[in-house]
């Protein structure tokens, strides 16, 4: 005898013997709804534009993706430079599972230093779950980590 498993994408299956239909030894394989765990990947900085055209101080800019599997709350993260200065990530709302967010300095205090600088992504806790290092950039060039 089989139990039907509700169609829906947060259930798999899972065979066991059961235990009270027809005993243990019946070869019955029953199926039974188990929830399936949502890959929970932090957000990770996907680009940096230290050295944009025009204005630093307003056009210096991040962006964020998200590489998890379901949407990823920004409010709270931020971004820290070398010196200790941070930009704000709560402005980026929620992004979508595999979709990216931009955020641009517009007067923030953390500048992304031309000839250089360490950009640490860190988590509502405190907890750094990504650092960026990169060297000397020329205007307009995007400094890209590798993302998982």
Same mark, same amino acid.
């Given at each position: 005898m089989r139990t039907p498993v509700p169609e829906h994408p947060h259930f798999a299956? *899972?065979?066991? *013997?059961p235990h009270f239909a027809r005993g243990p030894r019946s070869g019955c394989a029953c199926v039974w709804p188990t929830r399936l765990h949502r890959r929970?990947?932090?957000p990770r900085i996907f680009s940096l534009l230290p050295n944009p055209a025009g204005? *630093?101080?307003q056009n210096e800019t991040a962006k964020i993706r998200n590489i998890g599997s379901a949407p990823a709350a920004l409010v709270g993260w931020r971004?820290?430079?070398?010196?200790g200065q941070v930009w704000s990530l709560d402005s980026l709302g929620t992004p979508a599972a595999g979709t990216e967010r931009m955020i641009q300095r517009l007067g923030q205090p953390k500048a992304m230093n031309n000839g250089g600088d360490t950009i640490d992504l860190i988590d509502p806790n405190g907890t750094v779950v990504q650092t960026v290092t990169y060297g000397g950039v020329d205007e307009g060039e995007l400094v890209t980590p590798a993302v998982p």
């Open positions: 299956t *899972e065979r066991h *013997e929970k990947a932090p204005n *630093e101080s971004l820290r430079d070398l010196a």
